[in-house]
């Protein structure tokens, strides 16, 4: 049984920094593709970023490339995002998910297990 627990969020200011934790459990960590997604009320859950299996590549929306990292500890079972420059339209749940795909996956279907969810909220 594959669980996901996500840790780290909170309320910071515009420009602060902060880094989401996601403990994974189960199977092998490292036969998953890992990636973060955020929600935001009345909307549809969004694609954040996405690393592969080793951690050797990534890949990330627009929104946040350039201010979001996303790195993974194979021998920790855990998969991180390091956020900085943080905006006001960067508040939501973060939820980390875990996907068989081969690949890199940005689409939300390709994701087979999903953890309880982060809130961030970045103040003005």
């Known amino acids: 049984q594959v669980q996901l627990v996500e840790s780290g969020g909170g309320s910071v200011q515009a420009g602060d920094s902060l880094r989401l934790s996601c403990a994974y459990s189960?199977?092998?960590?490292?036969?998953?593709?890992m990636g973060w997604f955020r929600q935001v009320p009345g909307k549809e859950r969004e694609f954040v970023a996405t690393i592969s299996r080793g951690g050797g590549n990534s890949y990330y929306a627009d929104s946040v490339k350039g201010r979001f990292t996303i790195s993974r500890d194979n021998a920790k079972n855990t998969v991180y995002l390091h956020m900085s420059s943080l905006k006001p339209e960067d508040t939501a749940v973060y939820y980390c998910a875990a996907s068989t795909s081969y690949d890199l996956a940005s689409g939300s279907d390709w994701y087979n297990y999903w953890g309880q969810g982060t809130q961030v909220t970045v103040s003005s």
């Open positions: 189960g199977r092998t960590f490292s036969s998953y593709v």
